[in-house]
């Protein structure tokens, strides 16, 4: 098969849906299950009240019950909003190219400040110095571009496919790929064309990972 690859990057609310999916498909049903144990520990808590009101034990577990059924549902709400709110204090840009292979799956991430403030400097053997410009140290960045450095750093993440469980679900918007049950990775279909979209989804039927 032809080698795939598609650039893209993911907004806030881009990145929130991915987790909702992520939570919805692996935790949603052991926390429906929990739900229904706490439940039953509260119901059995206000029969208790109910029959002995003086009883502190009764309003013990049925507190303790209550707060862990509210809690269980509102944790990854907890969570999402602080790993959102992490992002933004980082103030990180992140861009991806996510390349297929016929044996494996290549990610490389490009991180970069957001807002970054650059300036070309000088290291010298007296230590660092802005370049002003017309100057021949300017003349000299510009005929070799090759030494400035921006910042950017890239990271490569590579998923073999004999070694690692992926699967790509369809959405609305989202071209979600779950890795290991641990990992998630949203590909908005905004930053592929219509064949970049056919394509990406026919290489994963082709292997099976739909």
Same mark, same amino acid.
């Not at 929130?16 to 429906?32: G, I, N, P």
């Not at 950017?152 to 049950?181: G, H, P």
């Given at each position: 098969?032809?080698?795939?690859?598609?650039?893209?990057?993911?907004?806030?609310?881009?990145?929130?849906?991915?987790?909702?999916?992520?939570?919805?498909?692996?935790?949603?049903?052991?926390?429906?299950?929990?739900? &229904?144990?706490?439940? +039953?520990?509260?119901?059995?808590?206000?029969?208790? &009240?109910?029959?002995?009101?003086?009883?502190?034990?009764?309003? +013990?577990?049925?507190?303790?019950?209550?707060?862990?059924? &509210?809690?269980?549902?509102?944790?990854?709400?907890?969570?999402?909003?602080?790993?959102?709110?992490?992002?933004?204090?980082?103030?990180?840009?992140?861009?991806?190219?996510?390349?297929?292979?016929?044996?494996?799956?290549?990610?490389?991430?490009?991180?970069?400040?957001?807002?970054?403030?650059?300036?070309?400097?000088?290291?010298?053997?007296?230590?660092?110095?802005? &370049?002003?410009?017309?100057?021949?140290?300017?003349?000299? +960045?510009?005929?070799?571009?090759?030494?400035?450095?921006?910042?950017?750093?890239?990271?490569?993440?590579?998923?073999?496919?004999?070694?690692?469980? +992926?699967?790509?679900?369809?959405?609305?918007?989202?071209?979600?790929?779950?890795?290991?049950?641990?990992?998630?990775?949203?590909?908005?279909?905004?930053?592929?064309?219509?064949?970049?979209?056919?394509?990406?989804?026919?290489?994963?039927?082709?292997?099976?990972?739909?």
């Amino acid at each position: 098969m032809e080698t795939i690859s598609v650039k893209f990057d993911n907004t806030p609310q881009e990145i929130e849906a991915a987790y909702k999916a992520f939570h919805t498909r692996y935790t949603f049903k052991k926390k429906l299950i929990y739900s &229904v144990v706490y439940l +039953i520990v509260v119901i059995l808590a206000v029969d208790l &009240v109910i029959k002995n009101p003086t009883n502190p034990t009764g309003y +013990i577990a049925g507190g303790l019950g209550l707060g862990i059924l &509210v809690f269980n549902w509102i944790k990854p709400v907890i969570i999402r909003k602080k790993m959102l709110q992490g992002m933004a204090e980082l103030g990180t840009d992140e861009r991806y190219t996510m390349t297929l292979y016929d044996d494996r799956i290549e990610i490389e991430t490009e991180i970069t400040s957001a807002g970054q403030e650059t300036e070309t400097v000088a290291i010298t053997s007296h230590g660092i110095f802005t &370049v002003e410009e017309g100057s021949e140290a300017a003349k000299e +960045i510009a005929e070799h571009p090759e030494m400035v450095q921006d910042g950017t750093q890239v990271e490569k993440t590579v998923y073999r496919l004999t070694e690692t469980e +992926i699967c790509l679900s369809d959405q609305r918007d989202l071209l979600l790929m779950f890795v290991n049950r641990s990992f998630i990775h949203a590909v908005p279909k905004r930053c592929l064309s219509d064949k970049e979209v056919l394509d990406f989804k026919a290489y994963f039927e082709d292997k099976g990972l739909i």
